[in-house]
DNA sequence: ACCGCGATGTATCGCCGCGATACATCGAGC
DNA sequence: GCTCGATGTATCGCGGCGATACATCGCGGT
């Protein structure tokens, strides 16, 4: 979700749009873009549910250009009050919404402001989602293999490799995060077998 | 673009969505699944569009459900011949809508039904649309490493790992794909697919 | 003999994000 | 003096998704 994403940012300091996108570029790399068309409609909705502010105050470079048809000036949106805590509600969010495709990688972002605990759960459910992913993806694939052309069958096992990759990225970093973590008393079972 | 895929799906023989849905899955694997919300509404638009026909014959099948409130049978859908003109120029489209996202891996995966040449220049725009990409990404980086966290730093390396990945089976691809074919000459003017 | 459940099957709704496009300003370099 | 590319805000249509609703069918369990 953008809306995640532009709070996480503007937590840091206040952004007009096109610094935002910037910023949001060079956070998410290769994994997201997201284009104005996405940006703009996102940050007027967070400022009528009062998320965030803009904070006017260039409005004197408006002021030698008179009448002119819709002059627009940047527009700096900084968190209000509201917007902090519903920040801290969705770091907090642990469940499916965080280990879907298109909103993981935003919540890994920003896990250096995520508690450690949720870092971990989200860590494993992403895991977990994507090894489902897999197991649904190779039972289908044992079924009609046989029908398949080499093209498709090369589309399949790539993307299949892809998966366990990313799988293998997250149980390392499931390692890292619970060797940086006290072992504390580990509520979930400390070394889940094949799932 | 579902589109393509069910031309391509229904090329082979007719289906009705269910079926096409599971086909889907079956042939796209990892890469996509393509939801009843987009498939329905696209098999409509397809229909109106004249590029597939419903096959009715199972409607004896309703005969001895009478008033029941929209009874539905199945819907066969069937390739009509401007379908298959469809077809034929989506599966000749090598510009650069065949070597995006989310549209290169239905092209790919109907690469069986394409033109050996085309399937090169799909390979090879697919791989320089990554390798712009890696470049631009890598530029951003190493204009803000400093400042990013480690976790922002991993995703950044996570992501350009995966598109260096896919960089290197396009390569392979291309290279099985020249081997095979007679070592043409220089394609005879490049006929730029724009559009 | 009955029931429930999961597979089969068609369909819609609201939301989100994308690419294209338009418009406007500004500094740098030719 | 001019054009060009970066900076900047904004909208539009559309394609896709997840959730949801509804209906039928065959199977196994009790």
Redesign the pocket.
């Given at each position: 979700?953008?809306?995640l994403?532009v709070l996480g940012l503007l937590h840091e300091s206040p952004l007009?749009?096109?610094?935002?996108?910037?910023r949001l570029k060079a956070t998410l790399g290769t994994f997201?873009?997201?284009?104005?068309?996405?940006?703009?409609?996102?940050?007027?909705?967070m400022r009528d549910a009062g998320w965030i502010a803009e904070d006017e105050g260039n409005a004197e470079?408006v002021a030698?250009?008179p009448a002119?048809?819709?002059?627009?000036?940047?527009?700096?949106y900084k968190l209000t009050a509201e917007g902090k805590e519903k920040l801290t509600e969705l770091l907090a969010e642990a469940g499916?919404?965080a280990w879907?495709?298109?909103?993981f990688g935003?919540h890994f972002a920003f896990f250096a402001q995520t508690d450690p605990e949720v870092r971990v759960r989200i860590l494993e459910g992403r895991r977990s989602r994507l090894e489902e992913r897999r197991e649904g993806v190779r039972a289908t694939l044992a079924r009609t293999r046989a029908r398949l052309d080499s093209y498709t069958l090369q589309l399949q096992e790539h993307g299949l490799e892809s998966v366990d990759r990313e799988v293998r990225w997250l149980t390392e970093l499931i390692e890292t995060e619970r060797s940086k973590a006290p072992a504390r008393r580990t509520p979930s079972r400390p070394k889940t077998a094949r799932s």
């Open positions: 979700m953008l809306e994403a007009h749009g096109y610094e935002l996108r910037q997201r873009a997201f284009s104005y068309g996405s940006l703009y409609p996102t940050l007027r909705r470079v030698d250009a002119l048809t819709g002059r627009r000036g940047k527009v700096v499916p919404s879907e495709d298109e909103t935003v």
